[in-house]
C-alpha cells in the first residue's frame, strides 16, 4: 500500500493483493522505519460510518472505510473511495482510496501486482 500525502489531502492507493487482504480482513497496513522511530498507516474497515475518515495517533494514520466498501469492493470495477473532512474548515483533510493501476510511464518499481491501466 502507497500512501501520498501533500498539504491536507491523503490518498492511499493498493495493489490487487492488498484489495483482497482487505477485503478478506478488513484492513491493510504498512509501517516506515525512520531509525528508532515508526509510522504507520492503514486502512481499516468501520461499521455506522457513512463514508472516509482518518486519525492521526501516536504515530499512526488511520483511514477507516465503510464496512460496505469491505464487503463489496473486491468484486466491483469501482476504482476508490473520497472525502472531504470538514468541509466548513479552512483546514479541511481531502481523503482518497483507490485501487493502484500499472504506470503509464516507464517506472522502475514493480507493477506486476497492480491493477490494468484502463488508458493502456
Known sequence: MKIRIKGNSIRLRLTK????????????????????????YSLVDKEGIETLEATYAGDTITV??????????LA???????????????DQLSILVEKDFICMDDSLEDQSDNYPNPKL
Not at 17 to 40: H, M, P, W, Y
Request: hydrophobic share 25%; glycine share 6%.
Open 17 to 40: 493483493s492488498e484489495v483482497a487482504t482487505f477485503c478478506d480482513k478488513g484492513q491493510c497496513q504498512e509501517t516506515v522505519i525512520f531509525g528508532n522511530r515508526r509510522l504507520t
Open 64 to 73: 477507516y472505510i465503510t464496512r460496505n466498501a469491505k464487503d463489496t469492493w
Open 76 to 90: 466491483s470495477d469501482r476504482v476508490g473511495y473520497s472525502n472531504v473532512v470538514d468541509s466548513n474548515s479552512p
